[in-house]
């Protein structure tokens, strides 16, 4: 089993910064790709930044600019950081991380999820 957890989120004014933190634990071979999503009330979760193993970054062209993603892989911890918050952005944030429990078994689990609100 794979175990995700998320903090960082909070209440931040408009042009505030915040930084995310995902740590996957249990029973991990290797993880391959880890990413951010969002959900705000009323709409479909979105993805907002992925890294590969590789280091390869994938963006949401909202965030492209704002927002940067980096990962641990000693940590098996992913980051968000988030810069020049709008209140656009204001939703509950998913980690979600994608590898192998085994040679034969793969996982994609997602996390609880952090609040991030972005209000004057």
């Known amino acids: 089993q794979v175990h995700i957890v998320e903090s960082g989120g909070g209440f931040v004014q408009p042009g505030g910064s915040l930084r995310l933190s995902c740590l996957a634990s249990g029973s991990i071979l290797m993880i391959d790709t880890m990413g951010w999503y969002r959900q705000a009330p009323g709409k479909q979760r979105e993805l907002v930044a992925s890294?590969?193993?590789?280091?390869?970054?994938n963006y949401a062209d909202s965030v492209k600019g704002r927002f940067t993603i980096s990962r641990d892989n000693a940590k098996n911890t992913v980051y968000l950081q988030m810069n020049n918050l709008k209140p656009e952005d204001t939703a509950v944030y998913y980690c979600?991380?994608?590898?192998?429990?085994?040679?034969?078994?793969?996982?994609?689990?997602w996390g609880q999820g952090t609040q991030v609100t972005v209000s004057s």
């Open positions: 890294i590969t193993t590789g280091d390869r970054t």
């Open positions: 979600n991380t994608h590898g192998r429990m085994s040679p034969w078994r793969t996982f994609d689990s």
